[in-house]
């Protein structure tokens, strides 16, 4: 059993910064990519930020040079950074994560989503 917890979220105004958390925790032997995916209202879930085991990122153009994603492996714990925060980052944000198990099952995890609200 695994499960990814996540905390940081909130209300901001335009202009300021939240930092998100997600802690991976249960039967895990590893932990390969990490994501963060967000999906505001009436609009499809998207892809944020992904991190590899090695510690390679990716963005999407909307959030470069503003977020920042990071892990700490031996916390199984991935971060979102947000800085510079614009009312269109309104969404509930979702963290990801391909875990091997400790049975040396793949599986593809989420968390329970946390609601970032920029306010202008």
């Known amino acids: 059993q695994v499960q990814l917890v996540e905390s940081g979220g909130g209300l901001v105004q335009a202009g300021g910064s939240l930092r998100l958390s997600c802690a991976a925790s249960g039967s895990i032997f590893s932990i390969n990519a990490m994501a963060w995916y967000r999906q505001a209202p009436g609009k499809q879930r998207e892809l944020v930020a992904t991190i590899t085991s090695g510690g390679r990122t990716n963005y999407a153009d909307s959030v470069k040079g503003r977020f920042t994603i990071s892990r700490d492996n031996a916390k199984n714990t991935v971060y979102l950074q947000m800085n510079s925060l614009k009312p269109e980052d309104t969404a509930v944000y979702y963290c990801?994560?391909?875990?091997?198990?400790?049975?040396?099952?793949?599986?593809?995890?989420w968390g329970q989503g946390t609601q970032v609200t920029v306010s202008s």
């Open positions: 990801n994560a391909n875990i091997v198990s400790r049975g040396l099952r793949i599986d593809d995890y």
